[in-house]
């Protein structure tokens, strides 16, 4: 089973997901649990939880990552600090992102320098997928 994780992301990165000019996330690391979805928080100044990702496997340079995208060239040439590419299939946005300061007072959240485990918490995880309208498929 894929399990999901969660990674800080900075806004201007987020925008391009969004906008689907970039179609990959690119890390340094690769969980030990493969991830089937990435929760991206985003930091300052908007420090919110605010998308979910589907993504694929991850791509591991040398191998190459298909289709033209945000960082996708540099990804090929060995240009990036980063060794994995996850290819993003599907973004959700929560209805309301979640701010920093409820997701410390209500889930005890804390965003993440690499990556967590998003079963780290599960008030959280709950909160987020059985509020019916809490999730807006982008793409």
């Not at 040398?62 to 990036?80: I, Q, T």
């Not at 996850?86 to 993440?112: A, D, N, Q, S, V």
């Amino acid at each position: 089973m894929n399990s999901e994780v969660i990674f800080s992301l900075k806004p201007k990165f987020a925008e391009l997901i969004e906008s689907r000019e970039k179609n990959h996330e690119f890390r340094k690391y690769l969980p030990k649990e493969a991830p089937g979805k990435i929760w991206f928080y985003v930091t300052e100044p908007v420090s919110a939880l605010v998308y979910i990702a589907e993504v694929g496997s991850a791509v591991e340079y040398p191998k190459r990552v298909e289709g033209a995208g945000v960082g996708n060239a540099e990804f090929n040439a060995g240009l990036k600090a980063s060794r994995y590419a996850f290819p993003i299939l599907h973004l959700y946005k929560l209805g309301r992102p979640l701010p920093l300061k409820e997701l410390r007072e209500r889930f005890g959240f804390t965003p993440p320098q690499a990556f967590a485990y998003e079963d780290k918490y599960p008030t959280l995880r709950d909160f987020v997928y059985e509020g019916g309208d809490r999730l807006t498929k982008v793409f």
